[in-house]
T-cell receptor
Framework: DAGVIQSPRHEVTEMGQEVTLRCKPI?????LFWYRQTMMRGLELLIY????????DSGMPEDRFSAKMPNASFSTLKIQPSEPRDSAVYFC????????????FGPGTRLTVT | AQTVTQSQPEMSVQEAETVTLSCTYD???????LFWYKQPPSRQMILVIR??????QNATENRFSVNFQKAAKSFSLKISDSQLGDAAMYFC?????????????FGTGTSLTVIP
């Protein structure tokens, strides 16, 4: 099992550019979560999907952020246009929807917006 | 929404000693799951231990054990025989057992330093 796969691992971009983060969940998992982690705000849930359907996107900071899950094995988080305050580590996690199963986290994408 | 509180932003322990990290949560539900995650400097989030609320017995995993007090809504993590590799940020997390609410609620974390 390869675990949750995220790409890229590091992204450096200039303010105003579009950024796309990618995630491949563990095969068979039917829930997917996007988090943002910063020193100031800690770990924040941005959005989560069950069976590829967005369930709660109340954590998405503003309209510049969007997330999609076109199929069970792929999700993207897009920021357009990016701003320096978006600099953070972005985690993707997946789990089974039912039962006491934990969330499995990817290695994260460190985003720096200059 | 449920809230998870970790009141100790930082803790330190001498190598080979025991340390307890605190976590409290607020919920009106009776069935739920609780977790402790570890995040070392590599930033990879790793599950340490889990507890089902319907189980009275406290969960244990090798040197890690919990003290689950359901009435007090408390879920502390005890690390015995602390090792240098235990140095990390530790997060407590809550998850409802309801079909419609499977998101996790995380605390703000406790940074653990292990002193050689």
């Amino acid at each position: 099992d390869a675990g949750v796969i995220q790409s890229p691992r590091h992204e450096v971009t200039e303010m105003g550019q579009e950024v796309t983060l990618r995630c491949k969940p563990i095969s068979g998992h039917n829930s997917l979560f996007w988090y943002r982690q910063t020193m100031m705000r800690g770990l924040e849930l941005l959005i989560y999907f069950n069976n590829n359907v967005p369930i709660d996107d109340s954590g998405m900071p503003e309209d510049r952020f969007s997330a999609k899950m076109p199929n069970a094995s792929f999700s993207t988080l897009k920021i357009q246009p990016s701003e320096p305050r978006d600099s953070a580590v972005y985690f993707c996690a997946s789990s089974y929807r039912e039962g006491s199963y934990e969330q499995y986290f990817g290695p994260g994408t460190r985003l720096t917006v200059t | 929404a449920q809230t998870v509180t970790q009141s100790q932003p930082e803790m330190s322990v001498q190598e080979a000693e025991t340390v307890t990290l605190s976590c409290t949560y607020d919920t009106s539900e009776s069935d739920y799951y609780l977790f402790w995650y570890k995040q070392p400097p590599s930033r990879q989030m790793i599950l340490v231990i889990r507890q089902e609320a319907y189980k009275q017995q406290n969960a244990t995993e090798n040197r890690f054990s919990v003290n689950f007090q359901k009435a007090a809504k408390s879920f502390s993590l005890k690390i015995s025989d602390s090792q240098l590799g235990d140095a990390a940020m530790y997060f407590c997390a809550y998850r409802s057992a309801r079909w419609t609410g499977n998101q996790f609620y995380f605390g703000t974390g406790t940074s653990l330093t292990v002193i050689p």
